[in-house]
């Protein structure tokens, strides 16, 4: 794995898990109780779904994309899913909003704006990210790591994003594993 320096945050899949695990505890330890997460995805998809089953509260996902191009490294505009997708019922009570980083702020901005605009039945919405970048105009409620410096953050997963296919299969069929 390449070394982390002011520029770029290195992942390991061991130390996101670890990480996300001490997120968890930090809103533990905080005291607030809530009724359903909602994660951001991507990003926060991983993170939502832990919260999900260590709390046992609901799980619903919104969908949201800003970083779509060269892999996933170049910001665009901010998409956000028309719909919040569940399980069951709707969104509701206190909500806590789920995802990877906050990096310039926009998205989970957007999105508190989006909940508290369109969903009225929601009381209570606080957020909880692995990550907090200092050029974020927004700071969330919870997070593991304040970074001054603002790397990038090369997450373990982010080797599928280049990866097709037929790169996999032949990989599968000579026997080499990722």
Not at 17 to 35: C, P, Y
Not at 67 to 73: F, K, N, S
Not at 78 to 103: E, F, N, P, W, Y
């Amino acid at each position: 794995m390449n070394k982390s320096d002011e520029k770029d945050l290195w992942v390991s899949w061991e130390e996101y898990h670890r990480i996300i695990e001490k997120l968890v505890l930090n809103v533990h330890a905080s005291g607030w109780q809530f009724d359903q997460v909602l994660c951001l995805a991507r990003g926060g998809l991983r993170p939502g779904d832990v919260f999900s089953r260590i709390f046992d509260v609901p799980l619903a996902i919104l969908s949201t994309s800003s970083y779509r191009e060269d892999a996933g490294t170049t910001r665009s505009e901010l998409d956000i899913g028309k719909h919040i997708t569940m399980s069951r019922g709707a969104l509701s009570g206190r909500v806590l909003v789920v995802d990877d980083l906050v990096d310039s702020g926009v998205t989970l901005d957007k999105v508190l704006h989006h909940l508290k605009e369109n969903y009225e039945p929601v009381t209570e919405v606080k957020s909880a990210v692995i990550w907090w970048k200092a050029c974020s105009s927004l700071k969330p409620d919870f997070y593991v790591d304040y970074l001054p410096t603002n790397p990038w953050i090369h997450q373990p997963f982010e080797e599928y994003d280049s990866l097709r296919p037929h790169q996999l299969e032949a990989w599968s069929k000579k026997g080499v594993s990722r």
